[in-house]
């Protein structure tokens, strides 16, 4: 399946890029670089970003936390070329995408007002573990069924974990999980969930011994909490199915993006592994900020003499300073250029792809289009 | 160096992924286990960098002895759920109960907050253990989420339980370690870069507001040296202009190109790291109170090495000019 021009051959077929991998190592960069690439291959592009550096937020239209996709304007920033594709970005508000999924399910305006006004709801967002990469999904599951565009780029959260992010669909079914709710919402025709009962009861063990962890009140919040938004379940649960199903689509494709480190090499083996659990693979690898090739060879042809008048500096003393520093990096560029090789052979160099470490941040569209010159 | 936390039993050391945050818990481990301070670092990640960071590695869970003074252990969220349980909960029989049950162990695996509070707790116990007194424990946390939000769990739980409880009441005595800058420090490490430098300032003001402390130290790492004198400046500016490498040096490196051009190019990068290095270094200056250490990039490939090296040049005050490999 791999090619020389796999990349370009996804721009123009995939539905979803999903572009995963350790934090840090340029996944929004590399979105936006991808993004910006689909919309000039003539297509209607989403990135759906995280967490943008501020300028490259900026320069992409997106100055405010919104939550809406904002269109940019491609002739304006890029008149050199002429397209007919679309290029739209929104970053994530996970406390926005939370609430509209509540308001949307909310069987009526009190379910709603209750919701909001628990104890729990309220700290849910910014507490529970993996809710960013759930509503994240969420946000994509919208996106991908509504319609308008032709690729969603998803970013992916800044998860020490590359692999938590692909179990989120099933963590977040499991946290409203069957068997939990039926301890604490009610059945058809029964007037209280099971926990309701034993915890009026009072005796159970279950529940004398949560209540002695946790806190009576504590308990009865949870009860509350899972009884107000029992309305979730099952829109939680279908909706994971869906965004189950996108991932496994064909037309959905990885990008593993990880810099020249070699336990971030390992950890983004490792999350390809994983990527089998939805039967698929790696489209491509991105080595991201790869020290450029500086090779301690060049040293012996190295000349000043070729540079021409230098003015009244001692010749010597400027080619040896210039020399001293290259040979450091050379060092370093000799160790990144054999992590390559190395992780090529595992993934197969056509899969892979080398971006270096630029001089400086890649916080606009010029920058966008120099890196995307490395991804075809 | 390190005024600002050699009087801290608890030392968290935050950052965001990849910006050397295992690499700095370890140089910093190293430095106050050879100023004779007894020093613990703790981990909390799935796939540890211990080994390779200080060249010994053990069983997770398992504390292991590196060096005079200085152990590390790496601590797993499963284990310490029931470590903690077993405090909580009148016999062994009934933890196994609760994290047996299908339904409860859902629970403790998806529930808010749970998985940082029992990390914090066996961190805790480190802390206490009055048998293995540590002069110094040091929390590599957690990249995932924010250092804030991870800091203010026990805050959160607490309040969540409105204070009833043993889970309640660990958490609040766990949380007033947190909040007490007389025994804990927080440090931030960062890059000379724009985001993480922004983030960092951020995060001075968001612990103030959560937690009513600051930062006590922020470690700048991988900082560039100036490549070559300032007295060439002139010189190298317009030889690499006549030249046409300033424009886009990394260009040099992918296609056809001389070795004096490479040569040239190879000094413009580096120059321009240096440069945006001391923007940013300036800014984070201008904006924080707390220490600023700058610990140099290290020119080595072993991380062991460059562990060693980062130590040296603490313990030195910045003195050892030996930063780039020899
Ligand atoms: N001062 C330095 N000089 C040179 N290389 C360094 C320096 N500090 C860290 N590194 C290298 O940078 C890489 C990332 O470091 P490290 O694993 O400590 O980061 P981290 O923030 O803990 O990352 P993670 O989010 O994966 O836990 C490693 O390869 C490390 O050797
Ligand atoms: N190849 C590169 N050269 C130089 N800087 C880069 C490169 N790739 C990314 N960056 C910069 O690194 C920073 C982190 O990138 P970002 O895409 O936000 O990472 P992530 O989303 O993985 O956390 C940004 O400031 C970005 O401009
Ligand atoms: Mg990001
Ligand atoms: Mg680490």
């Keep these: 399946m791999a090619n020389e021009d796999q990349i370009e051959s996804i721009l123009e077929s995939a539905r979803l890029i999903v572009c995963a991998g350790p934090g840090g190592v340029g996944k929004t960069t590399t979105s936006a670089a991808l993004g910006l690439k689909g ?25 405010e936390l919104t939550n809406d996709p904002q269109q940019i304007d ?15 970005a929104m970053m994530l508000d996970q406390q926005q995408t939370l609430d509209d999924l509540v308001a949307r399910y909310a069987p009526d305006s009190g379910a709603l007002a209750r919701s909001k006004d628990n104890n729990i709801y309220k700290l849910l967002s910014s507490t529970l573990a993996g809710m960013q990469e759930y509503m994240a999904l969420d946000k994509l ?54 926990f309701s009962k034993v915890f009026d009861a009072g005796g159970s063990v279950v529940n004398t011994l949560l209540g002695r962890i ?26 994971g199915d869906m965004i189950d199903f996108i991932l496994r689509d064909p037309q959905t494709h990885f990008v593993v993006i990880t810099s020249a480190d070699q336990r971030r090499i390992k950890e983004a083996l490792f999350f390809h592994d994983k990527l089998g659990q939805l039967d698929q693979e790696a489209a491509a690898f991105i080595l991201n900020r790869v020290i450029p090739g500086f090779e301690a060879d060049d040293l012996t042809s190295f000349d000043v003499e070729d540079l021409g008048d230098l003015g009244d500096v001692d010749v010597d003393k400027f080619e040896s300073a210039l020399s001293e520093h290259y040979e450091h990096l050379a060092r370093l560029a000799k160790h990144n250029k054999d992590l390559v090789e190395k992780f090529g052979k595992e993934v197969g160099p056509e899969r892979l792809r080398a971006i270096p470490l630029f001089g400086e941040d890649v916080h606009d569209i010029t920058q966008l289009r120099r890196l995307g010159e490395y991804l075809g | 160096m390190l005024d600002s936390i050699k009087d801290k039993r608890l030392v968290f050391v935050t950052g965001k992924g990849g910006v050397g945050k295992s690499t700095c818990a370890a140089a910093l481990g190293a430095a106050l286990a050879r100023r004779g301070k007894k020093t613990l670092v703790v981990e909390t990640d799935a796939f540890s960098a211990m080994s390779e960071l200080l060249g010994k590695s053990g069983k997770d869970g398992t504390r292991i002895k590196i060096a005079d003074n200085l152990y590390a252990i790496n601590l797993q969220s499963d284990e310490c759920l029931v470590r903690s349980l077993t405090r909580f909960l009148p016999s062994e029989r009934v933890v196994r109960s609760v994290t047996g049950n299908r339904v409860t162990e859902a ?51 607490n309040q969540m339980m409105r204070g009833v409880g043993p889970f309640a009441k660990r958490a609040k005595v766990i949380a007033g370690w947190i909040h007490d800058s007389s025994r804990a420090a927080i440090v931030a490490v960062c890059l000379p870069e724009e985001m993480p430098v922004q983030e960092t300032i951020e995060l001075e003001d968001k612990l103030e507001e959560a937690l009513g402390r600051g930062l006590e130290l ?27 490498v300033n424009v886009d040096p990394t260009k040099e490196f992918s296609e056809e190109s001389t070795a004096t051009r490479r040569v040239l190019a190879g000094n413009v990068l580096a120059m321009s790291w240096y440069k945006r290095d001391r923007t940013y270094l300036d800014l984070l200056h201008s904006k924080l109170d707390a220490e600023i250490v700058e610990l140099p990039m290290v020119y080595e490939t072993e991380e062991n090495d460059i562990v060693d090296r980062l130590a040296n040049f603490i313990n030195s005050d910045g003195q050892t000019t030996e930063t780039l490999a020899s």
């Design chain 1, 39 to 63: 919309a000039l291959h003539g297509r209607k592009v989403i990135v759906l970003t995280i967490d943008p550096a501020k300028r490259l937020a900026n320069s992409l239209g997106l100055d």
């Design chain 1, 74 to 88: 491609l002739s304006e920033r890029i008149p050199d070329q002429d397209t007919d594709g679309e290029l739209w």
């Design chain 1, 141 to 194: 599951h919208d996106l991908y069924t509504g319609g308008y565009y032709d690729l969603v780029v998803l970013d992916t959260p800044p998860t020490k974990n590359a692999l938590d992010f692909l179990n989120t669909p099933s963590r977040a079914r499991q946290f409203f999980d069957d068997r939990i709710m039926k301890w604490f919402i009610p059945s058809k025709n029964q007037k209280k969930g099971l």
């Design chain 1, 214 to 239: 946790f806190g009576d009140s504590f308990v009865q919040d949870l009860v509350d909490f899972f009884e107000t938004l029992s309305f979730l379940q099952e829109a939680l649960r279908s909706r």
């Design chain 2, 107 to 157: 629970f403790f695996k998806s529930a808010p907050s749970v998985n940082e509070f029992v990390l914090l707790d066996g961190i805790l116990e480190f802390v206490e253990d009055n048998k293995q007194l540590y002069d110094h424990v040091i929390v590599d946390l957690p990249a995932s989420g924010h250092a804030v939000t991870f800091l203010n769990v026990p805050d959160t739980l």
């Design chain 2, 218 to 244: 922020t470690m700048v790492n991988m900082v560039h040296p100036r490549p070559f004198p300032a007295r060439f400046g002139t010189a190298f500016k317009e030889a690499s202009e006549s030249a046409g």
